[in-house]
């Protein structure tokens, strides 16, 4: 597994990749490795012949109240968790590399990024995509492969990748889930042991009212019970909306010509977790 940790031998790896005809898939990640990205790599393996994982905390994704020292960092643990899962390049640049001095440009997406996420963490969808804008180009991947937890993001990367004529195809990748159904995240090491114990009632709160709209239970009183149910369970709930699962545009009906999502984000402790489930 080669390590590139400056542009050029990022640029000369991957360029003797695909000289030798091998299909790049590309895995963007800000480290804090679990089995949720392992899957990403192992579904970027069975996309293309090589897979670059990338390993970047992106501080233009965080806003002012955010702290960034406080991202979980393991960069050996990454990296022995990325070799047992046969990653063939790995892309650890430092701020100054991905932001030299004078940059002056962002990418700023409409559409997808309104509401949600987009109003939580004012600036955090600009990051996400100038950040991923960069990845694309300098790896110049085949494919990128994103997992569907973060739904929102997914969304916002494939708008901005289509909108610019990127030649890069998006893998969505179905959220990898602990055993009791928390979908597994960085973040989730900073649960207390009795946080940990609740955090799965999350997915069933959802599953309930994904099921309940799916009948024909109006939506507004679906979502209300799921929102007092986490309450009752002591999150501090954010949203949990119907969205159109492209646009991520609020639905207040269930919809018959698109597919659905419902997304939902809630804090546990000093935790904020996300997630989102499909309403068929």
Known sequence: MLICRDLPSLRTAT??????GKRLALVPTMGALHDGHLALVAAGRQAADAVVTSIFVNPLQFNPN???????????????????AR????????VEAMYPPGSATVIEVAGPTHGWEGDARPGHFRGVATVCCKLFLQCQADVAVFGEKDWQQLQVVTRMATDLDIPIGILPVATVREADGLAMSSRNRFLSPEDRATAPVLLRVMTQAAAAIAAGSD???????????????GFAPDYLALVEAETLKSLTARRVDGPMRLVAAARLGTVRLLDNVPVD
Not at 87 to 94: E, G, I, S
Not at 219 to 233: F, I
């Open 66 to 84: 955010e702290d960034l020292s406080r991202y979980p960092r393991d960069e050996e643990g990454d990296l022995a968790k990325l070799r047992s």
């Open 219 to 233: 939506v507004a009183a679906a979502l209300g019970e799921g929102v007092q149910a986490l309450r009752d369970h």
């Open 87 to 94: 990653c063939d390049l790995v892309w650890m640049p430092p």
């Open 15 to 20: 360029a003797a990749l695909r000289a030798a």
